[in-house]
């Protein structure tokens, strides 16, 4: 499927993806593309498949059928060497911010560093940490291990984590989940920053129509396995089709 954008470089592209969890059809030949540059979300409601969906595109969970191609290679057919590099090149927000509790905010970012890119100076990776907790107000904290973070820390410490490999794409599962509302928003804030600052492209996973809303160049709805509608927030919100309507009520 091709979709208009005014940017026609797209950096994800996902062909028919089908996915099928006892005997339960969780994904039904969807079709996507993020573009360059741009912040996508995807809605719907819980179960309908968003996570398994971002899961396929880094091969954390493998489709039944269909076609992943990210930063022009195909997910699906990359040797794991390969597909490991590509993971470098995309961050992916995990809803828990999946922080090792052992080590202190500094090490979580050393972690991916040393493992990712061996050959960076100590002195070079010291600066990555620190201009990377900076960006994300988490510089005063990095000597703090992450149970003594609050849970929007711990939101924020996760994407700075992400962020210190300095990828291309980032993909953001439920970011604003079991936070209270003024700390959802400035999660929201941070998305914005993060894509000005890094000139990201991103997917955001969600039901907080809030998020959508501020963070989104374009919306899709995924609702029984399909996409039934995309567009802008303010398209959508006013949508011929009800099941489409209810999601902004």
Sequence with gaps: ??????????????DRLYKTFEEKNVLEGVSLNLYRGETLSILGRSGQG??????????????????????????????????????????????EGALYDSMTLEENLLFPL???????????KRTLIESTLRSVDLLDDIDKMPSELSGGMRKRAGLARTLVLEPEIILYDEPTTGLDPYTAR????LILRVQKIYNVSSIVVTHDMKCAKRVSDRIVILHNGNFIARGRFEELESHEDEIVRNYFL
């Design 1 to 14: 499927m091709i979709e208009n954008h005014k940017n026609n470089e797209p950096v994800i592209e996902v």
């Design 50 to 95: 968003k996570s398994v969906l971002i899961k396929c595109m880094v091969g954390l969970i493998i489709p039944d059928a269909g076609s992943i191609h990210v930063l022009e290679q195909d997910v699906l057919n990359l040797k794991d060497t390969d597909l490991n590099a590509l993971r470098s090149r995309v961050g992916y927000l995990f809803q």
């Design 114 to 124: 040393e493992r990712n890119k061996p050959g960076l100076s100590a002195e070079k």
């Design 186 to 189: 400035d999660i929201n804030e």
